[in-house]
Nanobody
Framework: QVQLAESGGGLVQAGDSMRLSCAVS????????MAWYRQTPRKQRELVAQ???????IYADSVKGRFTIFRNNKWNTLWLQMNSLKPDDEAAYYC?????????WGQGTQVTVSS
């Protein structure tokens, strides 16, 4: 089992930066992939950024060049650095971890971007 807890959301202005954090606990050694997703009332949950065990990074086209996913060496903290935020980035952001084919989710943190 893996437990995830996001923090760092809030209200920002367009163009500002924000960093989200995800505290990871439980069977950390079993994690294969970690990622950030986001969801709005109008859209299905979508992948924002993904980080594999060999440090391969994958980003949604809409955030490439603006967002960065990274972790510490112990894998117990995952971050999402978001720069040049746009109103379209407004969403609930979720930390996710895949372990043995099972997907785990955090409770989500809301990011609101004012224009």
């Amino acid at each position: 089992q893996v437990q995830l807890a996001e923090s760092g959301g809030g209200l920002v202005q367009a163009g500002d930066s924000m960093r989200l954090s995800c505290a990871v606990s439980g069977s950390i050694a079993s994690i294969d992939v970690m990622a950030w997703y986001r969801q709005t009332p109008r859209k299905q949950r979508e992948l924002v950024a993904q980080l594999t065990g060999n440090s391969t990074e994958i980003y949604a086209d809409s955030v490439k060049g603006r967002f960065t996913i990274f972790r510490n060496n112990k894998w117990n903290t995952l971050w999402l650095q978001m720069n040049s935020l746009k109103p379209d980035d407004e969403a609930a952001y979720y930390c996710a971890a895949e372990s043995g084919g099972v997907q785990y989710w955090g409770q989500g943190t809301q990011v609101t971007v004012s224009s």
